[in-house]
């Protein structure tokens, strides 16, 4: 696509007025044609509060389907927070893949469609095209600070911590890294990424944006922990951006840095994971992390999978069978 294409309209319409003062609970209603309605529509929740001038704080959670803590962290806030405590303007959209949210998968049914990796979406593309192409043009030009939640979903498990990028705009990653400070999650990362292309972090940082995520546990759940601290952390945002009056709750954080490629682990061999090591611990250089049992009869001597840094294991495979390709483990200093 170049720079002079000229893009069609969104057929993406929301049913709230995004420069409207107060409460708004409304949805992006995007037409989809299907078997059992044929002038159907994906109806993605949003909601807007809004109170005079300030900055404006889009807040995304269900960009990966099987990933809760945004989502419960963000209905909760949707229903709660009033406009009278609001200098400037939320939109909170607690679902972004409201298709793979509904089906508890990381990506959409409909298409196969990753939200993280379709910016900067189509108007004319397949569904989640189009949602990605909604926030490409519509939403985040309105941000100011984007906070968008991850955790590890069905496939992997994470410590809980908030992450800005490293940047070539220094100012940026710093104003990043001032918020993932005061979210405060137990830990705090300056996050290194294997592919950024297609994402919705890209996107928002291209524009100039204040972008930070999270991982915050994982396993296709959320634990009453993780929630507290997704709940306790948004709200420490808005406090820091001045959105909302108070102090920022401080909490102990462990800054956690991934300076390369050697952080991560990757599995060539199908097998049962045998983690040597847990979540939180520390591994040295050259130790072995996992072993992947071979399965197809017995007797077969297991792949050591040996660290390639010293450092804490921050991630790890979930389930217990894993295939070639797949993360088994990710490392941070």
């Not at 401080?250 to 049962?272: N, V």
């Amino acid at each position: 696509m170049t720079s002079n294409t000229i893009l069609r309209p969104s057929p993406i319409s929301a049913t709230v007025d995004f420069a409207a003062d107060g409460v708004q609970h409304g949805f992006l209603r995007l037409p989809y044609s299907r078997d059992d309605s044929a002038w159907g529509s994906v109806m993605i929740p949003i909601s807007v509060i809004r109170n005079g001038f300030g900055p404006t704080a889009l807040l995304t959670g269900g960009n990966h389907g099987d990933e809760y803590e945004g989502p419960i962290a963000l209905f909760d806030l949707a229903r709660t927070l009033q406009a009278e405590h609001v200098k400037g303007r939320v939109i909170i959209v607690p679902a972004m893949n409201y298709p793979a949210f509904l089906s508890g998968a990381r990506t959409s049914p409909i298409d196969k469609g990753n939200m993280n990796r379709s910016f900067p979406g189509r108007p004319d593309g397949t569904v989640t095209q189009k949602i990605a192409d909604y926030f490409q043009r519509t939403l985040l030009p309105l941000a100011d600070i984007v906070l968008d939640f991850h955790s590890g979903g069905r496939t992997l498990d994470f410590l809980p911590f908030c992450a800005a990028h490293i940047l070539p705009d220094k100012d940026q990653e710093a104003k990043g890294f001032e918020f993932v400070e005061a979210f405060g999650a137990p830990y705090s990362m300056k996050m290194l990424e294997i592919d950024t292309v297609g994402m919705y972090d890209t996107a928002a940082e291209e524009m100039g944006k204040i972008f930070i995520t999270t991982e915050l546990g994982g396993g296709g759940t959320a634990t009453a922990k993780s929630a507290t601290i997704a709940k306790r952390g948004v709200m420490n945002v808005l406090k820091h951006a001045g959105i909302v009056d108070g102090i920022v709750e401080p909490q102990a954080t462990r800054w956690l840095d991934m300076p390369d490629g050697d952080c991560f682990l990757f599995s060539e061999d199908a097998g049962l994971a045998e983690f040597v090591a847990d979540l939180g611990e520390t591994v040295n250089k050259g130790e072995v992390v996992a072993r992947i049992h071979p399965v197809g009869r017995t007797g077969g001597v297991p792949v050591e999978l040996r660290s390639k840094m010293t450092g804490i294991l921050t991630a790890r495979h979930f389930p217990g069978l894993i295939k070639p390709g797949d993360c088994a483990a990710v490392l941070a200093i």
